[in-house]
């Protein structure tokens, strides 16, 4: 299956280079771009794509905003996509509002190529870009300095068996599907299973959305990771 992608940048060669780069990919195929958050959410809404690459900042409208747009359309849209956001820091601001806006991860603009066709794919097959290195330090960081306006997430937890509880804080601590198959001495298709089903109890959309959950319910502490 062939994965649409849109390039939402406002630098005219960031965006010729990665749709260069992706549309050599036999498997994704890149069926527009977009200047600004504006036009990108234009293009998302016209082309239905199943990523779309999305700069944190550009003019007329950010990346956060556009990334809202998108993930939260109005009645009648049926097609969302899903976001991956670009930056230029690994730790910036608009980072975790991205995430709790409901985009799938976040990737450096300078990270290897290979690193941004396996983003794509990754992203497009439903999992979430967040990457075991900076997990702890981003989320961490950023759920202790901008808390939720939030109704008792801690409550929701309660809906959870104590594996599925486990194999969330896992999540949120960094440990990927195989490294938490080894800590709880299952197979990985036994993690994934359990992931699905805290997924689908919390009404998660996926696996960055969990961490950011995990965080503001308080099952894991900043700093305790």
Same mark, same amino acid.
């Given at each position: 299956?062939?994965?649409?992608?849109?390039?939402?940048?406002?630098?005219?060669? =960031?965006? !010729? $280079?990665? @749709?260069? *780069?992706?549309?050599?990919? &036999?498997?994704?195929?890149?069926?527009?771009? #977009?200047?600004?958050?504006?036009?990108?959410?234009?293009?998302?809404?016209?082309?239905?794509?199943?990523?779309?690459?999305?700069?944190?900042?550009?003019?007329?409208?950010?990346?956060?905003?556009?990334?809202?747009?998108?993930?939260?359309?109005?009645?009648?849209?049926?097609?969302?996509?899903?976001?991956?956001?670009?930056?230029?820091?690994?730790?910036?601001?608009?980072?975790?509002?991205?995430?709790?806006?409901?985009?799938?991860?976040?990737?450096?603009?300078?990270?290897?190529?290979?690193?941004?066709?396996?983003?794509?794919?990754? =992203?497009? !097959? $439903?999992? @979430?870009? *967040?990457?075991?290195?900076? &997990?702890?330090?981003?989320?961490?960081?950023? #759920?202790?300095?901008?808390?939720?306006?939030?109704?008792?997430?801690?409550?929701?937890?309660?809906?959870?068996?104590?594996?599925?509880?486990?194999?969330?804080?896992?999540?949120?601590?960094?440990?990927?599907?195989?490294?938490?198959?080894?800590?709880?001495?299952?197979?990985?298709?036994?993690?994934?299973?359990?992931?699905?089903?805290?997924?689908?109890?919390?009404?998660?959309?996926?696996?960055?959305?969990?961490?950011?959950?995990?965080?503001?319910?308080?099952?894991?502490?900043?700093?305790?990771?």
């Amino acid at each position: 299956m062939t994965i649409r992608v849109i390039i939402v940048d406002d630098q005219a060669m =960031v965006r !010729a $280079g990665f @749709a260069a *780069l992706l549309s050599a990919q &036999t498997d994704i195929d890149v069926v527009g771009e #977009a200047p600004d958050g504006r036009a990108g959410v234009e293009v998302a809404r016209s082309t239905h794509p199943d990523v779309v690459l999305m700069d944190v900042r550009m003019p007329e409208m950010d990346g956060l905003a556009a990334a809202r747009a998108i993930l939260h359309p109005p009645p009648g849209v049926v097609h969302i996509p899903k976001v991956l956001m670009l930056t230029t820091f690994d730790v910036d601001d608009y980072v975790y509002e991205a995430l709790r806006a409901g985009a799938s991860g976040f990737l450096l603009k300078d990270a290897p190529p290979a690193d941004l066709i396996a983003a794509v794919r990754v =992203v497009a !097959a $439903g999992e @979430a870009l *967040l990457a075991p290195s900076v &997990t702890r330090r981003l989320i961490a960081d950023f #759920a202790a300095q901008r808390p939720a306006p939030r109704k008792d997430p801690s409550l929701r937890l309660k809906g959870l068996t104590p594996r599925e509880t486990e194999v969330l804080e896992l999540i949120a601590r960094g440990l990927s599907n195989q490294e938490i198959a080894g800590r709880l001495i299952v197979a990985e298709q036994t993690v994934k299973t359990h992931i699905g089903r805290v997924l689908a109890k919390l009404d998660l959309r996926d696996r960055a959305q969990a961490v950011i959950f995990a965080y503001e319910s308080g099952l894991v502490r900043p700093g305790t990771a």
